[in-house]
């Protein structure tokens, strides 16, 4: 099993909240700890514990850090191309052929059993998303999200990615719903209809969350409060 961490993203709607990249903000081990980390140092904790396989992707401009922590945890670096358009796109270069791959989005704070959960479904082969398909009602987050996606068939995974490219440039598809517009590819529903299905979906609604927005860092109780008490990481 190959587990690529997708931290190459431009943060756009992060803006540079806190003076630094979203992966490098600190979050707290568990909702009850006092201890932080920078939060992609805990996805990297607990991707090396599921797997012996791991890959970091970076971003092309200041890959510096993300190589650093990689290097920590005994984790391989790829730096992505510039620009590239989503995390599918960026990742796409280190997939395993004729092995499971799972992804896990670099930006999310894991609970445990969230995490047993993606692997579980990623032992099942096939294409799985792992994500939550409503608000949250523990995080206060006020819609949806996807945190990872694991498949066995890298080629139709191919296939996907540049399906749901055409499907942006020709107007189909929400510009910047791209997990979600492989999901609709895949279950064979309306593009811009929000609706989940399995086996394709598996839901996932505890703590776990998508730090990408300064709102969401500011709400989630695994990092609520924690700019009253010191600058971020870097």
Same mark, same amino acid.
């Given at each position: 099993?190959?587990?690529?961490?997708a931290? #190459?993203?431009? %943060? &756009?709607?992060?803006?540079?909240?806190?003076?630094?990249?979203?992966?490098?903000?600190? #979050?707290?081990?568990?909702?009850a700890?006092?201890?932080?980390?920078?939060?992609?140092?805990?996805?990297?904790?607990?991707?090396?514990?599921?797997?012996?396989? !791991?890959?970091?992707?970076?971003?092309?401009?200041?890959?510096?850090?993300? #190589?650093?922590?990689?290097?920590?945890?005994g984790?391989?670096?790829?730096i992505?191309?510039?620009?590239?358009?989503?995390?599918?796109?960026?990742?796409?270069a280190?997939?395993?052929d004729? *092995?499971?791959? !799972?992804? /896990?989005?670099?930006?999310?704070?894991?609970?445990?059993? #969230? /995490?047993?959960?993606?692997f579980?479904?990623?032992?099942?082969?096939?294409?799985?998303?792992?994500?939550? %398909?409503?608000?949250? &009602?523990?995080?206060?987050?006020?819609?949806?999200?996807?945190?990872?996606?694991?498949?066995?068939?890298?080629?139709?995974m191919?296939?996907?990615?540049?399906?749901v490219?055409?499907e %942006?440039?020709?107007?189909?598809?929400?510009?910047?719903?791209?997990?979600?517009?492989?999901l609709?590819?895949?279950?064979?529903?309306?593009? *811009?209809?929000?609706? !989940?299905?399995?086996?394709?979906?598996?839901?996932?609604?505890?703590?776990?969350?998508?730090?990408?927005?300064p709102?969401?860092?500011?709400?989630?109780?695994?990092?609520?409060?924690?700019?009253?008490g010191?600058?971020?990481?870097?």
């Open positions: 099993m190959r587990v690529i961490v931290a #190459a993203g431009p %943060q &756009t709607r992060w803006a540079g909240y806190l003076g630094t990249r979203s992966h490098f903000v600190p #979050a707290r081990v568990d909702l700890a006092p201890v932080t980390f920078p939060l992609l140092e805990l996805v990297l904790l607990q991707a090396v514990f599921w797997a012996d396989d !791991v890959w970091l992707t970076a971003p092309a401009d200041d890959p510096r850090p993300y #190589a650093g922590l990689a290097r920590s945890y984790v391989h670096t790829h992505a191309p510039p620009a590239t358009r989503n995390e599918f796109e960026s990742t796409r280190v997939w395993a004729g *092995r499971t791959n !799972v992804l /896990l989005l670099g930006d999310v704070w894991w609970t445990p059993a #969230a /995490l047993a959960k993606v579980a479904g990623a032992a099942d082969g096939g294409f799985r998303f792992y994500g939550r %398909q409503h608000a949250s &009602t523990v995080t206060g987050t006020p819609y949806g999200e996807i945190f990872a996606q694991s498949w066995t068939d890298s080629a139709e191919r296939r996907l990615t540049d399906a490219r055409a %942006q440039d020709a107007g189909r598809a929400d510009s910047t719903k791209h997990g979600w517009t492989m609709r590819l895949l279950q064979g529903t309306p593009l *811009r209809e929000h609706v !989940v299905r399995p086996p394709w979906w598996v839901e996932v609604d505890d703590a776990t969350d998508d730090i990408d927005v709102a969401d860092y500011r709400r989630h109780p695994a990092t609520r409060g924690l700019t009253k010191g600058a971020a990481c870097t």
